[in-house]
């Protein structure tokens, strides 16, 4: 029973306690309606604000998003377009230096070609031109563009390189064969074929060319070749014999000293010896002969463009 009572009791103390608050609230609500509506208004606006907050967070995290994808997007397509722009450049790079080998190639071909000054300038830019309507290139049209002038460079490089090997091989022949005087400033003292004894013992059939010259004086290679004999053979004193590799062989002779031995290379133009007076002779000079297929022909035909001095002294 007591428990009971006190039960009863705290039930209808919480009663008349609530009743008591209600009472109150309702003497405030009376009193003061304007604060209790102003409460009222800023848990709304509260309320609105928070809600439209958490709806433009959500919104403001799908742009982010949004944005970083495109700026994803963006990226792949920046790095494939330098993926690109590099190949290109590699490519290009290849061109311009098969530009520069055409053009030295091209240059190398003017001076054996012996082309005049300006007739092809490899330097200067070619006039292009034309009317039609100019458009956007795609880059599968610049690819193709591309491809084209690799390939034109490709064939214009091997037909440039087989004209420069049938031009290096004209100029071994030209220049392994006899085309120039023994001995520089000088003059033809005595000629090919018959003339009289120098010795006085009646005619005489000359095998060479005689050319004025002092004793030391330098004796010069006509053509390329390899030294065949470097030594004394009979009335010819110090002799040296080129073998041009071609069916020429000249002949240098009455010589003071050799510079030269058997085996080595000579080229055009070379000294082989020095001018002197040694074996049947009557002073210093330089007797010169050509044999072509192991007979001996006139030299005058191999001494170079233009007229050849010919001077009044016989010699032997």
């Not at 000088?186 to 010795?199: E, K, L, M, N, Q």
């Not at 110090?238 to 085996?263: E, F, I």
């Not at 040694?278 to 233009?306: Q, Y």
Request: aromatic content about 6%; hydrophobic content about 40%.
């Amino acid at each position: 029973m007591a428990f009971q009572n006190i039960v009863n009791n705290s039930r209808a103390w919480l009663a008349q306690h609530f009743a008591g608050l209600g009472y109150k609230a309702r003497v405030l609500v009376h009193a003061r309606p304007l604060t209790i509506a102003s409460c009222l208004l800023a848990v709304g606006l509260v309320a609105g604000l928070a809600g439209r907050s958490a709806i433009g967070m959500a919104q403001v995290s799908l742009l982010q998003a949004k944005t970083e994808r495109q700026q994803a997007e963006l990226e792949q397509v920046r790095r494939g377009a330098q993926q690109e722009i590099n190949a290109m450049a590699a490519r290009l790079g290849e061109l311009q230096a098969q530009a520069n080998r055409l053009n030295a190639l091209g240059d190398r071909l003017t001076r054996m070609g012996q082309l005049q000054d300006g007739e092809f300038d490899f330097e200067e830019p070619v006039g292009v031109g034309g009317n039609d309507a100019v458009y956007d290139m795609s880059p599968a049209e610049l690819d193709q563009g591309v491809t084209q002038l690799e390939r034109q460079f490709a064939a214009s490089g091997q037909q440039l390189s087989v004209l420069e090997a049938l031009l290096f091989n004209r100029e071994l022949d030209k220049n392994a064969t006899p085309s120039r005087m023994p001995i520089a400033n000088s003059y033809i003292t005595s000629g090919f074929g018959g003339r009289a004894d120098p010795f006085g013992g009646g005619g005489q059939y000359h095998k060479g060319i005689d050319f004025k010259a002092s004793v030391g004086d330098p004796v010069l290679a006509v053509a390329d070749g390899v030294v065949s004999f470097a030594g004394v053979k009979g009335g010819y004193g110090n002799v040296v014999d080129v073998d041009h590799g071609n069916g020429y062989v000249t002949r240098y002779a009455h010589n003071s000293r050799l510079v030269v031995k058997s085996g080595d290379l000579v080229r055009v133009g070379q000294e082989v010896a020095k001018a002197g007076s040694t074996g049947r002779s009557t002073g210093a000079h330089v007797h010169f002969e050509v044999w072509e297929n192991g007979r001996v022909v006139n030299p005058r035909k191999f001494l170079g463009d233009g007229p050849t001095p010919v001077g009044k002294i016989k010699r032997g």
